[in-house]
């Protein structure tokens, strides 16, 4: 069992930076893939970027590419998003999430272990 805590999201400027982290429990967390979601008002849930176990290869959705960055320090059981140059569009509940076993970073049923939020919010 892995629990999962995210913290770092508030109100912030377009073009500014943030940087989100998931804090998580549980001594194997090197050995799970974890993935950032995130889900805006009105809108279905969206992967945003995901980070493979120890190895560390990453995946992004294009429309962060080149903005955002994650990254994870399994010392101390956390993963990293940076996200810099923001835009309004980047507003949403962003989740952390993992799983052992993760074949398709990108799609969220393959996680079972997430996050309750937090809220990120760019202003223009």
């Known amino acids: 069992q892995v629990q999962l805590v995210e913290s770092g999201g508030g109100l912030v400027q377009a073009g500014g930076s943030l940087r989100l982290s998931c804090a998580a429990s549980?001594?194997?967390?090197?050995?799970?893939?974890v993935g950032w979601f995130r889900q805006a008002p009105g809108k279905e849930r969206e992967f945003v970027a995901s980070?493979?176990?120890?190895?560390?290869?990453?995946d992004y959705a294009d429309s962060v590419k080149g903005r955002f960055t994650i990254s994870r320090d399994n010392a101390k059981n956390t993963v990293y998003l940076q996200m810099s140059s923001l835009k309004p569009e980047d507003t949403a509940v962003y989740y952390c999430?993992?799983?052992?076993?993760?074949?398709?970073?990108?799609?969220?049923?393959?996680?079972?272990?997430w996050g309750q939020g937090t809220h990120v919010t760019v202003s223009s």
């Open positions: 980070i493979k176990r120890s190895a560390g290869s990453t």
């Open positions: 549980g001594r194997t967390f090197s050995t799970y893939a």
């Open positions: 999430a993992a799983d052992p076993l993760v074949l398709v970073p990108t799609l969220s049923s393959q996680y079972a272990y």
